[in-house]
């Protein structure tokens, strides 16, 4: 059974930024896609950032040119948050999307945003 392990979430200051990670327990086969996607209480889960195989990157308009996704020859990927805003508050959940049209998801990292 493949895990999503995510970590870098916390508490942080409007302004300042935060890094998150997200590793697989083991190989995935076939990856389409790796994202963020985030969920603030009450609401739906929403995608916040994707990058394909190929290496196209997708953002919620909402986040552009604030944060940035990237991915290492490992199949990480990464979610560098700057300029972080209250409306980021939210657990924070790695996606991996193959070709097989198989998702996992990670457990979710709780990020914070507060003076």
């Known amino acids: 059974q493949v895990q999503l392990v995510e970590s870098g979430g916390g508490l942080v200051q409007p302004g300042g930024s935060l890094r998150l990670s997200c590793a697989a327990s083991r190989s995935i086969r076939s990856i389409s896609a790796m994202g963020w996607y985030r969920q603030a209480p009450g609401k739906q889960r929403d995608l916040v950032a994707r990058?394909?195989?190929?290496?196209?990157t997708t953002y919620a308009d909402s986040v552009k040119g604030r944060f940035t996704i990237s991915r290492d020859s490992k199949n990480t990927v990464y979610l560098q948050m700057n300029h972080l805003k209250p409306e980021d508050t939210a657990v924070y959940y790695c996606?991996?999307?193959?070709?097989?049209?198989?998702?996992?998801w990670g457990q979710g990292t709780q990020v914070t945003v507060s003076s």
């Open positions: 996606n991996v999307h193959t070709y097989f049209d198989h998702n996992y």
């Open positions: 990058i394909t195989s190929g290496g196209v």
